[in-house]
C-alpha cells in the first residue's frame, strides 16, 4: 500500500502561481511513476502531468504545457506540482496518484490516489 497526501492549493487570482505538493509513505517511493490529476465540478477527471520513477521522463497534458512543472524528489518521497499563469479553468481538485508501472496519461492505470486538493482561480 501506498500513502499519498496531497496540499497547496488554495484561491488565487488569474495570472498567479501555486505549487502542490504530495507526500508518499508506505512503499519505496522511487519504485512508482507518479501523475497529477485534476476533476472540476461535473466533469471526468483528467491528466494533468506525470513524472517517471527516476525523474527521466515528464508528460504534461496540451492545456497545462508551459504553464506547469511536474517534478519529484525521491529522497522527500514527495512530487511536485508547480503551477504558474493560472487561469480560471484551472480551477479543480487535484489529485495526485501512484502507478507501480511506468507513467501514463491514463487513470486507471494509477494504483493510489491522493485526497485531492481543490485549486480555485479567481478571474
Known amino acids: 500500500q501506498v500513502q499519498l497526501v496531497d496540499s497547496g492549493g488554495g484561491l488565487v487570482q488569474a495570472g498567479g502561481s501555486l505549487r502542490l505538493s504530495c507526500v508518499a509513505s508506505g512503499r519505496t517511493f522511487s519504485n512508482y511513476a507518479m501523475g497529477w490529476f485534476r476533476q472540476a465540478p461535473g466533469k471526468e477527471r483528467e491528466f494533468v502531468a506525470a513524472?517517471?520513477?527516476?525523474?527521466?521522463?515528464?508528460y504534461y497534458a496540451d492545456s497545462v504545457t508551459g504553464r506547469f512543472t511536474i517534478s519529484r524528489d525521491n529522497a522527500k518521497n514527495t512530487v511536485y506540482l508547480q503551477m504558474n499563469s493560472l487561469k480560471p479553468e484551472d480551477t479543480a481538485v487535484y489529485y495526485c496518484?501512484?502507478?507501480?508501472?511506468?507513467?501514463?496519461?491514463?487513470?486507471?492505470?494509477?494504483?493510489?490516489w491522493g485526497q485531492g486538493t481543490q485549486v480555485t482561480v479567481s478571474s
Open positions: 496518484a501512484a502507478n507501480p508501472a511506468i507513467a501514463t496519461i491514463l487513470k486507471n492505470d494509477y494504483a493510489y
Open positions: 513524472i517517471s520513477r527516476l525523474a527521466i521522463r515528464t
